[in-house]
């Protein structure tokens, strides 16, 4: 996966410095005695009207784009419409008045669709802090919601119930991807408190890609179907959970190999109640469900499924220097390694280099296809009370429990 790392780099490089020579919360973030609502709507507004009722809605983004906003202001979009361009916003927020990106009416989420996933983002922020972004659906676009930061440090973003679909692109070396959720910028500590929950990715090589320096996020109750790469790749970020994230039938052929969830770079994230599930490689590197890329310390990986993946079921290597004190708890692990590319990674647990340090501790391992449940190079792991059992196994437990009647209430 090394070359996910260079993407994520690459697209920083590219996108953030016209950022970068901007500090636009600190020019904007001046409390004012009043803020404004906006209403924008492609079937009934007109860019003619004043924007600020549902009566006197904007059709088109124009109005909006580029404006910048400050705490208390809030922008809706019209559910059941439709629009075919970028939303671009900026401003900041306070701790007492975020700003807000939201839907209005009945129906459907807004959609924002931009017919053209080799190219275009459907939602574009610059330096935001203190904002609520929820009920938007975006659709076929290289990027579906892209967050940038150059120097500031930005607060409080949260993201809910979003819907993210086909952000499929890819070019044939896999630097140029498509992202659902992507958030990047430069330095370390620059992303404080930020909430990604109930959000959906379909169809998106990546699903939610953070590629900044991060503190405290909290990431839940999201999924990830059928995504080319990973589910949810994590780079630079810290003492943050990722929980109840579920990432199934994707994967694919890319040249830097593929896997449900990444990790890299990063100290005291916690990763719980996830499962990583039927990854496929094509023929090529990985397919794994969960992969360790290098460079991460005190990680938690607890009580998540990873089951029926092409490759290993959880991967850990050195791409970027040693991991240490990685804790793999309470997991289980079923029917991976259905299609390994080679021999040498035929493991449900994999370990490309014996530097990683940690433990693996009261897993329970079903084999079927793998040559064996731990690779030799987890030696310097302790491991205790974990459970080595067959794939036949699983399937004769469940079959069991299929049996058990319900008991009357």
């Known amino acids: 996966m090394k ?13 953030v410095v016209r950022a970068s020579d901007s500090n636009l919360c600190t020019d904007v973030n001046v409390p004012r005695s009043v803020s404004h609502t906006y209403f924008i709507s492609s079937s009934s507004g007109s860019d003619d009207n004043n924007g600020l009722s549902p009566a006197t809605a904007w059709k088109t983004f124009d109005k909006i ?21 970028t939303l671009v916003l900026q401003g900041c927020g306070t701790s007492e008045k975020s700003i807000i990106l939201d839907a209005y009416g009945d129906g459907n989420k807004p959609v924002i669709k931009l017919n053209d996933s080799a190219k275009g983002t459907c939602v574009d922020f610059n330096d935001i802090s203190y904002w609520a972004i929820r009920n938007l659906d975006l659709r076929n676009a290289l990027r579906g919601m892209r967050l940038r930061y150059g120097q500031i440090k930005a607060y409080k973003v949260q ?12 070019t044939q070396d896999g630097k140029t991807v498509g992202v659902g959720l992507c958030i990047e910028g430069e330095g370390t500590d620059r992303f404080y408190d930020a909430v990604v929950k109930n959000c959906k990715f379909t169809r998106c090589v990546n699903g939610f890609a953070i590629n900044i320096g991060t503190q405290n996020l909290l990431c839940e109750d999201c999924v990830a179907t059928g995504g080319l790469s990973a589910g949810f ?10 929980r109840r994230f579920t990432v199934t039938d994707g994967g694919g052929n890319l040249p830097y190999g593929t896997c449900a969830g990444f990790i890299v770079w990063s100290d005291g994230v916690t990763i719980e109640n996830c499962e990583f599930a039927g990854y496929k490689n094509d023929g090529g590197h990985d397919g794994v469900g969960f992969d360790f890329e290098g460079n991460s310390k005190n990680i938690k990986f607890i009580n998540n499924v990873i089951h029926d993946n092409a490759g290993a079921g959880i991967m850990v290597m050195s791409t970027s220097g040693h991991n240490s004190n990685i ?3 309470d997991c289980t692990l079923y029917n991976n390694c259905t299609s390994t590319y080679n021999e040498k990674s ?14 693996i501790e009261n897993c329970t391992i079903y084999k079927d296809k793998a040559s064996d449940y731990i690779h030799p190079d987890f030696c310097n792991f302790t491991q205790s009370n974990n459970q080595f059992k067959t794939y036949q196994e699983f399937i004769d437990q469940q079959k069991n429990l299929e049996k058990v009647p319900l008991k009357p209430e």
């Open 233 to 242: 790749a994590l780079v630079n970020v810290r003492n943050s959970i990722i």
């Open 346 to 359: 035929n493991y449900e647990m994999l370990c490309w280099n014996n530097g990683s340090t940690g433990s």
């Open 3 to 15: 070359i996910l790392i260079e993407v994520c780099v690459f697209l920083l490089l590219i996108d």
């Open 65 to 85: 784009n580029f404006k910048s906003l400050s705490a208390g202001d809030a922008i809706y979009l019209k559910r059941n419409d439709v629009w075919n361009q």
């Open 327 to 329: 804790l793999i708890k």
């Open 159 to 170: 993201i809910s119930d979003c819907d993210f679909y086909d952000m499929n692109y890819s």
